[in-house]
């Protein structure tokens, strides 16, 4: 069955249009709700959102949609995804959900599935309530319908989960952070949880509107937290995304660290402790070659996979790693979370930052990038997760091979197609990537 709904990571699109409307929003909620009420208990489902106009209307849909077919509902509001992951299990809920379209502008948004366990759905299951989204589906009985509360506490457990990644003896004293929250999910926990730990904190996007979510701020636009690392004489930056589940940092010079150099970092970290699992990290095909070949002078390996934290987080499952993530910021610690989480992640790098007594810029650069370049090519057409994507991938995968590029494929989140090479030789790759896209512009029409 060809999907026509789900993507790479849930449901996402402009709202209002195709997929991303109230009336979809709930009958998703119908259709998994149905799909997770297994059992004789009282079922339950967890919701959290990040913090864009439109999650008002989408909560509101999914509420009616789980609690018609006899699921009760409890609402986190603005949380970062993987709250939602980790309350999904501390509830004994059966389903979890997060509305959010991650670092997507103010007017996408998405829904993003989680199981009993806290993991994303399998495929097996989106596929199932793929199904029924075209189906009438059977409504509970009138004293059957679920009930639907908020609770007021979601923030301070989060934030205590997070803590507890960190040895008690762990302590932020003497630090200044800067934190750029992107107006997201975060706005409220991550500058909390830094202070709570000792560190004297910075915080901008923590300011959000419902349209100013990563708006020229957070992981995706690093130039606020850059200036504001700089001004402020902060001795680190963080930046996450829209959800919170992807972490760039900035040293205290006003340099970029991209996932690769925090997959790095934490990795050898993990390593020199004994406490790296599956002999390496995993990572995807856009990864750099540097840190591939600075990971085997450390007599580890990296396992690389198709783009997507879904498929990195299966493949660490299946080889018992519990480190993996994509250069992006998307930061899996299984030891930790069961999805990408960008505080724990920071709190990683600010701990090693702490105990190494270095600055940020001699601690995190770990290795010299290969040259690599990511250009993307938008088309109009179908939205992300339509049936022309997998006839877009296929022309896309055919032209890698005739062009011999590293990676070219369609995105599964936005109207892209994402072209991208590396090599030792700069002015080749980029030669390359400008043939390329050419031809992909032409292949995608």
Known sequence: MSRQFFGTDGIRGRTNHGAMTAAIAMKVG???GTRFLRGTHRHRVVIGKDTRLSGYMLENAMVAGFTSVGMDVVLLGPMPTPAVALLTRELRADVGVMISASHNPYEDNGIKL??????????????????????EIPLAASEDIGRARRIDDARGRYIHAVKRSLPEAVRLDGLKIAVDCANGAAYQVAPSAFWELGAEVVAVGVTPNGRNINAKCGSTH??????????????I?????GDADRLIVVDEKGKTVDGDQIMALIGTQLAARGALRGGGV??????????????????????????GDR???????????????????HMILLDHATTGDGTVAALQVLAALVQSGKRASELLHLFDPVPQLLRNVRFSGAAAGSRQREERDRRCRSLAQRQRALVIRASGTEPLIRVMAEGDDAGQVEAAVAAICAAVEKAAA
């Open 311 to 329: 498929h990195v987080l299966e493949r660490m499952r299946a080889g018992g790693f519990n480190l993996g993530g994509e250069q992006s910021g």
């Open 237 to 241: 930056g963080i930046a996450l995304d």
């Open 282 to 307: 995993v990572a995807t095909v856009m990864s750099n070659l540097g840190l591939e070949r600075y990971l085997q002078g450390q007599g580890l390996t990296l396992e690389r996979t198709k783009v």
């Open 114 to 135: 989680f199981g009993p366990d806290g993991f994303k759905l399998s495929d097996e299951d989106e596929l199932a309530i793929e199904a029924m989204l075209g189906q």
């Open 222 to 235: 690093v130039e606020l937290l850059q200036e504001t690392v700089v001004s402020s004489g902060a001795d």
């Open 30 to 32: 119908q259709a998994a």
